[in-house]
């Protein structure tokens, strides 16, 4: 069983940068890809990042191709999301969430992670 919470949500401006942090507990952590997701109000639920276990495969969806990194930290139980040239729809509720299988495969498909966060609030606006 894993626990996520994630941090680092808030108001900046367009092209502004933020780093979103996402905090794990459970032993297992460093066998789940982990994802970001984000939901704006009458809005699907997005996927937008993911990496694998060990780190080596990641990518990212078209919508933020070249200004979000994800990361993970294994020996911190840590996983962040550098956020760069930030724009207005952006703007959503951001989650990670950690995938239902030990060494699954990586997607950004929210119906393979079993494990979530609560959410933070990510605002881009001037």
């Known amino acids: 069983q894993l626990q996520l919470v994630e941090s680092g949500g808030g108001l900046v401006q367009p092209g502004g940068s933020l780093r979103l942090a996402c905090a794990a507990s459970?032993?297992?952590?460093?066998?789940?890809?982990i994802g970001w997701f984000r939901q704006a109000p009458g809005k699907e639920r997005e996927g937008v990042s993911t990496?694998?276990?060990?780190?080596?495969?990641?990518f990212n969806a078209d919508s933020v191709k070249g200004r979000f990194t994800i990361s993970r930290d294994n020996a911190k139980n840590m996983v962040y999301l550098q956020m760069n040239s930030l724009k207005p729809e952006d703007t959503a509720v951001y989650y990670c969430a950690a995938h239902g299988t030990p060494f699954g495969a990586v997607t950004l498909t929210a119906d393979s992670y079993a494990f979530w966060g609560q959410g933070t609030q990510v605002t881009v606006s001037s």
């Open positions: 459970g032993s297992t952590f460093a066998n789940h890809a």
């Open positions: 990496i694998s276990p060990t780190g080596s495969i990641r």
